[in-house]
């Protein structure tokens, strides 16, 4: 670390110190669910921050599951893998991307990019998709797609592959069995992004028909300070119309939604989503929610229905009249990155439900998420409190980390992937026997 960075690190954990936050007093799991507790919010000059040491796996080290499941490792040595998808023929595709620098327009956001960074998210990402191949038990590592821009979500529909960057929607024609598209990509439509692009992962889904893509785009700031105007359709998820490129805004308020996915047995889209920040430890819960069309959820005037947020300016009370509830909190600063329904038969305890990546907190104090959970569906609904499956990224001290749960996605085996950034890892958990 260099020096500058320690001094804005001392003067960080400073501010901290002379704070009046003195961290979260609330189980999280009184912060799951349908209906979480909400204390009252609080203002800093600098948000209280906490972030474990980013280190590598050791040799050997892997995370750990739950009991009658195992893991293993089936690649490295990767550039910050964001994103995993599983193609028909059981290749697995892989969205290496960091996202660009980030202007300063706040003296603290320099502060909070330097604590963020010490977990291991700094670094360049491969702004790639690298193509894993399973030959005879060993995992095949090939190139598949250069010189994308920040690369995030992926769909196939028939021989077309779609991928979200940064800044644009982009097609490609694919053939099975191909380890490399060598064909130069079609930018289909430019998606939110600019000098700030302060949420830079576009999350991806496409309709079960394959003529509409849905696609999460986070905002532009925390909680609308950069201006109104630099949040034009942003928080929210887009509909693009796949032949024709034009797209609309399907819902907002949804300040940065980042895993998307239909629901088996409803049919509905779901979405998780990452709250604001800045108003202390045990606000705002992060969530999981099913998306309504034209539906309004909050951001930046209010969150989990109609709590007001008095720090979003001008006020807007009409849309707070009409903002809706999310249908499942999970918990305050966990950054929920990766969202898969598990419909296969490998694991059958988890058949139906919702395997959530947990990224982390780096402004709550004691820390939250660095894991892998599940929640249980039942009749399209979410049901009881979350269970932890993969765990060990963070240690037992909470003082260092050695990988971040992102992207998520199930095998022709039943396998569920799991792309670990800081490690530079992609997982695989399935049962043990």
């Known amino acids: 670390m260099k020096n500058y960075q320690?001094?804005?690190?001392?003067?960080?954990?400073?501010?901290?110190?002379?704070?009046?936050?003195?961290?979260?007093?609330?189980?999280?799991?009184?912060?799951?669910?349908?209906?979480?507790?909400?204390?009252?919010?609080?203002?800093?000059?600098?948000?209280?921050?906490?972030?474990?040491?980013?280190v590598a796996w050791k040799e050997g080290e892997m995370p750990t599951v739950a009991e009658g499941l195992k893991i293993e490792k089936i690649a490295d040595g990767l550039m910050h893998p964001r994103q995993v998808y599983v193609l028909p023929n059981n290749d697995v595709l892989v969205a290496e991307s960091n996202g660009g620098p980030k202007p300063v327009t706040r003296p603290k956001?320099?502060?909070?990019?330097?604590?963020?960074?010490?977990?291991?998210?700094?670094?360049?990402?491969?702004?790639?998709?690298?193509?894993?191949?399973?030959?005879n038990g060993t995992w095949e590592k090939h190139t598949f797609i250069e010189n994308l821009n920040a690369p995030f979500g992926i769909q196939l529909t028939g021989n077309t592959l779609w991928v979200a960057n940064a800044d644009s929607l982009m097609k490609f024609p694919y053939e099975e069995g191909q380890t490399t598209i060598s064909a130069p990509g079609e930018v289909v439509t430019e998606l939110p992004g600019g000098p700030i692009n302060h949420h830079w992962t576009k999350a991806l889904l496409a309709s079960p028909d394959g003529s509409k893509l849905y696609v999460g785009v986070g905002s532009n700031s925390n909680v609308g300070e950069n201006g109104?105007?630099?949040?034009?359709?942003?928080?929210?998820?887009?509909?693009?119309?796949?032949?024709?490129g034009a797209s609309r805004i399907f819902a907002s308020g949804l300040r940065n939604p980042t895993g998307l996915q239909w629901e088996p047995q409803s049919g509905k889209l779901w979405a998780i989503v990452n709250e604001r920040d800045e108003i202390g430890s045990d606000l705002v819960p992060d969530y999981m929610t099913s998306v309504q069309e034209n539906g309004f959820y909050g951001w930046p005037y209010s969150y989990f229905g109609q709590h007001v947020d008095e720090r979003a300016k001008p006020p807007r009370p009409d849309l707070v009249e009409k903002a809706?509830?999310?249908?499942?909190?999970?918990?305050?600063?966990?950054?929920?990155?990766?969202?898969?329904?598990?419909?296969?038969?490998?694991?059958?305890?988890?058949?139906?439900?919702?395997?959530?990546?947990?990224?982390?907190?780096?402004?709550?104090?004691?820390?939250?998420?660095?894991?892998?959970?599940?929640?249980?569906?039942?009749n399209g609904q979410p049901v009881g409190l979350p269970q932890p499956v993969v765990t060990g990224f963070l240690t037992e001290d909470q003082k260092q980390v050695r990988g971040l749960p992102v992207g998520l996605a199930m095998d022709q085996q039943g396998g569920v992937l799991i792309a670990d950034d800081a490690g530079n890892t992609i997982w695989r958990v399935s049962a043990a026997q």
């Open 109 to 135: 956001q320099l502060i909070m990019g330097v604590v963020q960074k010490a977990s291991g998210k700094g670094g360049p990402g491969g702004n790639r998709i690298t193509l894993l191949r399973n030959v």
């Open 324 to 378: 809706i509830k999310p249908d499942y909190a999970i918990s305050s600063h966990v950054a929920p990155l990766g969202l898969l329904f598990y419909t296969a038969t490998n694991m059958p305890q988890y058949q139906g439900g919702a395997f959530v990546s947990e990224h982390g907190s780096w402004n709550r104090s004691p820390l939250n998420g660095y894991q892998v959970m599940w929640v249980k569906f039942e």
């Open 228 to 244: 109104i105007g630099a949040e034009y359709r942003r928080a929210a998820v887009l509909e693009v119309d796949a032949a024709s």
């Open 6 to 54: 320690r001094a804005l690190l001392a003067a960080a954990l400073a501010a901290v110190m002379s704070g009046c936050d003195d961290g979260a007093t609330l189980d999280p799991q009184k912060q799951m669910g349908p209906n979480p507790e909400l204390p009252d919010s609080q203002n800093f000059l600098l948000p209280p921050m906490q972030v474990p040491e980013g």
